[in-house]
């Protein structure tokens, strides 16, 4: 067996004995399933890597240039529960960089991505409550044009490995931008 390139030796020696063998982790393969606003129109895909547990990152399109929406309008919208003042999201956002979220489904549970993920866009849709269904990372819907941002997922093997992966990725994305990614708000 060759040994492993330096990134996912990086993340053979985070996980240690977390995780049983590399493959865990060198079969983690992030596939599109589309933009916000059409996943809004049609729903998730009926792909059936989304029944399982995973990670999951929300993207900007290339070239993205981010304009925030005020807390008034984005009340208005009901997809922000707490919405940020423009001063603290202008400081907030990170430059350089594609990434607006990294989640995850299974951090204690064998939470499917299908059932985080339709939490995620029923969130960004609107169809909320004074906890969720998806606080984590609302403020991505403070970005004008969120509709065209980019899910993405990558099915991982029960918990705890999804939590371990997120934590990671969330490492390696402080590693190379100085803090986490602009909708993440703890690690």
Known sequence: MP???????????HFGRGVATSSALRDLKFWDLGRVGDLIERDLPGDSRLDHC???KLTVPSGYVPRFIPPDEARAVQNVIFPWNLERLKSKWVWKTDTVYIGLAGRHTSRSLRKRLNDLVN??????????????GEIAWQLRDYQQFHVWAAQTA???????????LLQQFVEAHKTLPFANRQR
């Open 3 to 13: 040994l492993p390139s330096a990134p996912e030796r990086s993340l053979l020696q």
């Open 54 to 56: 995973g990670v999951y």
């Open 158 to 168: 029960d918990p705890p490995i999804p939590r371990q992966i997120e934590e990671t």
């Open 123 to 136: 969130h960004a849709s609107g169809h909320t409550t004074d906890r969720g269904p998806h606080r984590g």
